[in-house]
């Protein structure tokens, strides 16, 4: 959702303050695209400190789903978004391009980016479902937090692996 700033521009002291939904579904980190599973409405407030500098305040939580680093299954994530930053409207005008500013079009501040590149900031470079997650097995593809498997005993003994190769001949003949 966007804010127009028209009327926290148009005086020094300038103050203004809304509560609006989060209309962002998802967060594109890297190649992967991420569902938020729960998000709250984001609280803006804006004052217009003087000479079209605009301090910017941006609270909202949201909680993410995350495949598991070991095992993809995914992991619910919470975050705390909380924004504090300066945009003077006069730079905007003259150094466009930069990011910060980016997220002003005109005189309408897009919130749902700026929450999007704050949650690039702090989003996690892995999650793990639990600290000892066993991760799947590589040969099978088992999850071996659920379930066993033998392909491990198989290739940590590899006379167990020669014998089960065997067996296995024995059995297509
Ligand atoms: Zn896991
Ligand atoms: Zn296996």
Request: proline letters at 3%; one cysteine or more; glycine letters at 4%.
């Amino acid at each position: 959702m966007h804010i127009q700033l028209i009327d926290v521009l148009s005086q020094d002291g300038q103050v203004l303050h809304r509560e609006i939904p989060l209309e962002l579904d998802t967060v594109e980190a890297g190649a992967e695209r991420f569902v938020l599973s729960a998000k709250s409405p984001v609280t803006v407030d804006i004052t217009h400190m003087s000479g079209r500098v605009l301090h910017i305040e941006a609270r909202c939580q949201v909680s993410a789903l995350i495949p598991c680093g070991r095992c993809l299954e995914e992991v619910e994530r919470a975050f705390s978004v909380s924004i504090s930053r300066e945009v003077d409207m006069k730079k905007m005008e003259t150094e466009q391009g930069l990011d910060e500013y980016s997220l002003i079009t005109g005189t309408e501040l897009d919130v749902d980016r700026m929450i999007h590149n704050e949650l690039l900031v702090q989003w996690p470079l892995r999650v793990l479902c639990r600290e000892d997650c066993k991760g799947i097995c590589s040969r099978c593809g088992t999850n071996l937090n659920y379930h066993n498997c033998d392909c491990e005993k198989q290739s940590l003994d590899p006379r167990m692996a020669a014998i089960s190769d065997i067996f296995s001949k024995f059995k297509e003949e």
